[in-house]
């Protein structure tokens, strides 16, 4: 967040233009992407958001019917809890898990290429289908936790078939795909200069002192920078309830994440213009949250520069 | 590095995963030889039946071109309305009874009736009404007819020393008892058939439908609908799954839950999905009617459901529609074809073709189609028409609010009211 140098704004020569063009032509693949990808169907999915559109017909103007619904619409409180739920318990579980996990690598193992790989490979695999089988066999009526329980003479239920605890394994699911945020930490991790370390051990700082004191101040970039890509990436996770729910959010709307409610409507049930709507309202809330955390992150985030 | 955001697309393409059968082949246009577009939801051995139905039908017609798209049943769905928005769909589509109308009422399918080339003359007035709209329009042809009843499993009641039941004269408090007995011999009683299909028939025993008649809300009242619900909880302390055990076999294929694996005594299932499950559960397996109030199995409320409908688009050019319309009567007419898949989809609506496959069916297809056809001549409920628009989620309706109630989150009637209120807002 460097200081903006103010732009010098004198007339541009028939040189400058040139320049100027070839510039544009550069990034036209980029640019075509952008308005053809990104900004195109956005506009479009506002508009669509205050129609009443069924995907067979043509879209109908209704103005802010979509957003009115939404507030006596049950099942979207219901998409509203579960999502909340889900953001702000595995968030930071994961992010706790990633920076532990990154630190015990940080001691200089051997092999750590190995272990790195092996820590990284679930976040590969977390959204595949592979993962509903997986995940069924681990916590099924007669699946592996059960088993362990039983051994320890507990006798456990199905936990990704109860409504209670459904959503409770995929929070576990979510924690276990930390590789992307532990490879940024374990990256962070490396720039701490070891002479901080030193100056604390003689200081008579303990394991735990130069860890609160000196490893987590000049983390606080790379924990924020990870909070903000995770907290993102939740409010808009829909594979792994998808793939694990069938795509019903089952059992008893347990898992009915926002998205999936989202995909549900608009190709489950034909409200295009619904969905668009919720969609925007999932945009506000995303873009609030993270404006709250860049006004909170000058309280605690530290720049060493 | 945004890997959270690629999981996001990553999973997005999981969820269309489609599976694309037919190779490219150049598509001709108006050139006399047609190419059509096909679609149909997937499964392994319908995909190999429609491939083999296919060949024989290029093999007859060389100049036409079937270009066959299987997708299985949940992203079928949304991938046939991203084409349909898109102003491409297929010429050919297998269409549900749930959502014959949802596209015809706009105008997204053809009258199967103003197609030339497709011969209806073996099927009778029933049959046809389940692809038809309440003014008339044919919107799909059924390619199977089946019923939702009981399916027992013989060698489980044999073990249990539990005698069949007289299903002719049964009522709903003999299938408590039985399914409580099979449960004291430690298997699961009896399944609850949770959602439309079984509270239809109940329905009708109540003198009550599913929709009302312009299919614009629930056809029935809060009092019946906790009488069923009620229903459901008697059968619960009477032999009937736990709610854990609803909600596993609700995300595993039926050949994979506790009936299909040979645990539970009685389950209601479409009569064919009978010929798939016996052999998964290793069983010997019959129908049965469904109990009634009275003790009369023609006061039961059953009624004949038909499956996997062929329908046409209502935007195709004239020449693959033409070859489409071909292709529908050579599936639905042709003895040779209908093999293919023998039961498949249900018993097969033209008679004719019955008599030419039976010979060749298994003993328990033949069994089914006995049943059906004796179901047939004894139905003394009116065949219902497809399901207005918007009925496609109410299945998932009754799954959660009933799974609910199952575990106890709910009385009857605060589910009844609830699974109301949902219904007539689906439908509004």
Redesign the interface.
């Given at each position: 967040m460097g200081r903006r140098p103010t732009r010098d704004r004198r007339p541009l020569s028939a040189r400058d233009k040139k320049e100027e063009r070839a510039g544009f032509a550069f990034l036209s693949p980029w640019l075509v992407g952008l308005f053809v990808i990104t900004i195109g169907p956005m506009a479009a999915s506002l508009y669509l958001s205050f129609t009443d559109y069924?995907?067979?017909?043509s879209p109908e103007w209704i103005g802010l019917e979509n957003y009115q619904r939404l507030f006596s619409d049950t099942r979207f409180h219901q998409a509203i809890g579960v999502t909340f739920r889900y953001v702000i318990v595995s968030v930071p579980l994961q992010l706790v898990v990633a920076l532990l996990v990154a630190i015990v690598l940080d001691r200089g193992i051997r092999g750590l290429a190995l272990y790195r790989s092996a820590f990284y490979l679930p976040?590969l695999i977390?959204?595949?289908?592979a993962i509903a089988i997986l995940w069924?066999q681990i916590f099924?009526?007669d699946g592996l936790v059960n088993w362990a329980l039983a051994l320890i003479g507990i006798e456990g239920?199905?936990w990704?078939?109860?409504?209670d605890t459904a959503l409770g394994t995929l929070i576990v699911l979510n924690v276990w795909t930390f590789?992307?945020p532990m490879?940024?930490f374990l990256a962070g991790l490396r720039q701490i200069p070891a002479m901080y370390y030193e100056a604390a051990g003689v200081d008579g700082a303990g394991v735990l002192r130069r860890f609160w004191n000196v490893t987590v101040p000049i983390l606080t970039p790379i924990i924020f920078f990870n909070l903000i890509?995770?907290l993102?990436?939740?409010f808009?996770?829909?594979?792994q309830a998808?793939?694990i729910?069938?795509?019903?959010g089952?059992?008893?709307?347990s898992t009915l994440f926002y998205t999936l409610y989202l995909y549900m409507e608009g190709?489950?049930?034909?409200s295009?213009g619904y969905a668009s709507a919720m969609a925007w309202v999932l945009v506000v809330i995303i873009g609030a949250f993270t404006l709250i955390n860049f006004i909170a992150s000058k309280y605690w985030v530290f720049y060493d520069d | 590095m945004y890997p959270t955001r690629r999981h996001v697309l990553t999973g997005g393409t999981a969820a269309a995963l489609v599976a694309t059968l037919a190779s490219c082949r150049s598509s001709g246009d108006s050139d006399g030889s047609p190419t059509v577009d096909y679609a149909w939801w997937s499964s392994p051995e319908n995909d190999a039946a429609i491939l083999a139905a296919i060949e024989k039908f290029e093999a007859d017609h060389p100049e036409v071109t079937l270009e066959g798209e299987a997708t299985p049943w949940d992203g079928y769905w949304d991938k046939l309305a991203t084409m349909s928005a898109g102003g491409n769909p297929p010429d050919l589509i297998q269409m549900s009874e749930r959502y014959l109308l949802e596209y015809g009422q706009r105008e997204a399918l053809a009258d199967l009736r103003s197609v030339d080339d497709i011969d209806l003359s073996n099927f009778d007035e029933e049959t046809l009404r389940l692809g038809e709209s309440s003014d008339g329009v044919l919107y799909g042809i059924p390619g199977g007819l089946s019923t939702f009843v009981l399916a027992a499993n013989v060698d489980l009641f044999a073990q249990a020393g539990v005698d069949l039941p007289d299903d002719t004269t049964w009522t709903w408090s003999d299938f408590y008892e039985i399914s409580a007995a099979l449960a004291d011999s430690g298997i699961v009683g009896a399944g609850y058939g949770i959602g439309i299909e079984s509270l239809h028939p109940w329905l009708r025993q109540h003198g009550e439908t599913m929709y009302n008649a312009d299919g614009t809300a629930a056809g029935f009242s809060v009092e019946v609908l906790t009488s069923y619900l009620e229903h459901l909880l008697t059968l619960q302390e009477n032999g009937g799954p736990t709610a854990d055990q609803v909600s596993e076999d609700a995300a595993v294929p039926a050949e994979a839950g506790l009936f299909g694996t040979g645990e539970q005594g009685m389950d209601w299932a479409y009569s064919s999905t009978l010929g798939d499950l016996a052999p998964a559960a290793d069983a010997e397996m019959r129908l049965l009617c469904i109990p009634s109030q009275t003790g009369k199995a023609a006061e039961a409320g059953m009624y004949l459901k038909g499956s996997a409908f062929h329908s046409l688009s209502a935007h195709s050019d004239p020449e693959p529609q033409a070859a489409a319309g071909q292709f529908i009567d050579f599936m639905i007419n042709s003895a040779d074809i209908v093999q293919e898949f023998g039961m498949f989809f249900g018993v097969p609506p033209n008679p004719d073709v019955v008599d030419a496959i039976a010979p060749d069916l298994t003993p328990m297809d033949q069994h089914v189609l006995e049943f059906v056809d004796e179901l047939r001549e004894n139905l003394t409920t009116d065949t219902p028409g497809p399901s207005p628009s918007g009925a496609g989620n109410v299945q998932g309706i009754f799954e959660r609010d009933v799974l609910d109630m199952l575990y106890g989150r709910g009385t009857a009637s605060e589910t009844a009211e609830k699974i109301l209120e949902a219904v007539n807002n689906e439908l509004g």
């Amino acid at each position: 967040m460097g200081r903006r140098p103010t732009r010098d704004r004198r007339p541009l020569s028939a040189r400058d233009k040139k320049e100027e063009r070839a510039g544009f032509a550069f990034l036209s693949p980029w640019l075509v992407g952008l308005f053809v990808i990104t900004i195109g169907p956005m506009a479009a999915s506002l508009y669509l958001s205050f129609t009443d559109y069924s995907f067979l017909d043509s879209p109908e103007w209704i103005g802010l019917e979509n957003y009115q619904r939404l507030f006596s619409d049950t099942r979207f409180h219901q998409a509203i809890g579960v999502t909340f739920r889900y953001v702000i318990v595995s968030v930071p579980l994961q992010l706790v898990v990633a920076l532990l996990v990154a630190i015990v690598l940080d001691r200089g193992i051997r092999g750590l290429a190995l272990y790195r790989s092996a820590f990284y490979l679930p976040s590969l695999i977390g959204g595949s289908v592979a993962i509903a089988i997986l995940w069924r066999q681990i916590f099924g009526a007669d699946g592996l936790v059960n088993w362990a329980l039983a051994l320890i003479g507990i006798e456990g239920r199905s936990w990704i078939a109860n409504p209670d605890t459904a959503l409770g394994t995929l929070i576990v699911l979510n924690v276990w795909t930390f590789g992307a945020p532990m490879i940024i930490f374990l990256a962070g991790l490396r720039q701490i200069p070891a002479m901080y370390y030193e100056a604390a051990g003689v200081d008579g700082a303990g394991v735990l002192r130069r860890f609160w004191n000196v490893t987590v101040p000049i983390l606080t970039p790379i924990i924020f920078f990870n909070l903000i890509l995770q907290l993102i990436g939740a409010f808009q996770a829909f594979t792994q309830a998808f793939i694990i729910s069938g795509g019903s959010g089952a059992p008893s709307d347990s898992t009915l994440f926002y998205t999936l409610y989202l995909y549900m409507e608009g190709f489950g049930n034909f409200s295009m213009g619904y969905a668009s709507a919720m969609a925007w309202v999932l945009v506000v809330i995303i873009g609030a949250f993270t404006l709250i955390n860049f006004i909170a992150s000058k309280y605690w985030v530290f720049y060493d520069d | 590095m945004y890997p959270t955001r690629r999981h996001v697309l990553t999973g997005g393409t999981a969820a269309a995963l489609v599976a694309t059968l037919a190779s490219c082949r150049s598509s001709g246009d108006s050139d006399g030889s047609p190419t059509v577009d096909y679609a149909w939801w997937s499964s392994p051995e319908n995909d190999a039946a429609i491939l083999a139905a296919i060949e024989k039908f290029e093999a007859d017609h060389p100049e036409v071109t079937l270009e066959g798209e299987a997708t299985p049943w949940d992203g079928y769905w949304d991938k046939l309305a991203t084409m349909s928005a898109g102003g491409n769909p297929p010429d050919l589509i297998q269409m549900s009874e749930r959502y014959l109308l949802e596209y015809g009422q706009r105008e997204a399918l053809a009258d199967l009736r103003s197609v030339d080339d497709i011969d209806l003359s073996n099927f009778d007035e029933e049959t046809l009404r389940l692809g038809e709209s309440s003014d008339g329009v044919l919107y799909g042809i059924p390619g199977g007819l089946s019923t939702f009843v009981l399916a027992a499993n013989v060698d489980l009641f044999a073990q249990a020393g539990v005698d069949l039941p007289d299903d002719t004269t049964w009522t709903w408090s003999d299938f408590y008892e039985i399914s409580a007995a099979l449960a004291d011999s430690g298997i699961v009683g009896a399944g609850y058939g949770i959602g439309i299909e079984s509270l239809h028939p109940w329905l009708r025993q109540h003198g009550e439908t599913m929709y009302n008649a312009d299919g614009t809300a629930a056809g029935f009242s809060v009092e019946v609908l906790t009488s069923y619900l009620e229903h459901l909880l008697t059968l619960q302390e009477n032999g009937g799954p736990t709610a854990d055990q609803v909600s596993e076999d609700a995300a595993v294929p039926a050949e994979a839950g506790l009936f299909g694996t040979g645990e539970q005594g009685m389950d209601w299932a479409y009569s064919s999905t009978l010929g798939d499950l016996a052999p998964a559960a290793d069983a010997e397996m019959r129908l049965l009617c469904i109990p009634s109030q009275t003790g009369k199995a023609a006061e039961a409320g059953m009624y004949l459901k038909g499956s996997a409908f062929h329908s046409l688009s209502a935007h195709s050019d004239p020449e693959p529609q033409a070859a489409a319309g071909q292709f529908i009567d050579f599936m639905i007419n042709s003895a040779d074809i209908v093999q293919e898949f023998g039961m498949f989809f249900g018993v097969p609506p033209n008679p004719d073709v019955v008599d030419a496959i039976a010979p060749d069916l298994t003993p328990m297809d033949q069994h089914v189609l006995e049943f059906v056809d004796e179901l047939r001549e004894n139905l003394t409920t009116d065949t219902p028409g497809p399901s207005p628009s918007g009925a496609g989620n109410v299945q998932g309706i009754f799954e959660r609010d009933v799974l609910d109630m199952l575990y106890g989150r709910g009385t009857a009637s605060e589910t009844a009211e609830k699974i109301l209120e949902a219904v007539n807002n689906e439908l509004g």
